[in-house]
């Protein structure tokens, strides 16, 4: 049977636990971990939030695989990833989809290549701002 979470996690995905300001923009789509830089920001304050690692998560509720990751972050994109590390590792991530976002992603070369790391077949679309990856994993 699928497992279906129905619990919200009020917290920011990051590369590791505990706590970090989330910087805040006129509009929410623009919420970030990562400052920008004034001349290209609109963020405007900043609050505390609890920061978690994707791995942390998949171990607290014992997902086996994720079928789907999509990653809309703001440019955090490296950080989230970076606390996938072990799902990544494992296979337990099927699909990956993630998003760029100017100013912040200078360099999705990163990501591709540490998806490619884990065996992952990596599409990265410069002019639509995504990466795509996939992992051909059993399912046992």
Do not use: W
């Not at 789509?29 to 900043?46: F, G």
């Amino acid at each position: 049977s699928e497992m279906c979470i129905r619990d919200r996690i009020n917290a920011a995905l990051s590369d590791h636990e505990g706590k970090n300001l989330l910087y805040l923009s006129e509009k929410s789509c623009s919420h970030s971990l990562i400052y920008a830089t004034r001349e290209c920001s609109t963020q405007v304050r900043s609050q505390e939030v609890t920061i978690r690692t994707l791995d942390g998560i998949v171990k607290k509720l014992k997902l086996t695989k994720i079928d789907l990751l999509k990653i809309d972050v703001e440019g955090a994109e490296l950080r989230v990833l970076k606390g996938a590390k072990e799902s990544l590792a494992k296979g337990k991530i099927f699909r990956i989809v993630a998003e760029l976002h100017p100013p912040f992603v200078r360099c999705p070369k990163r990501l591709v290549s540490l998806l490619q790391e884990f065996g992952y077949t990596v599409t990265l679309n410069t002019d639509l701002r995504f990466i795509y990856a996939f992992k051909s994993v059993s399912m046992n």
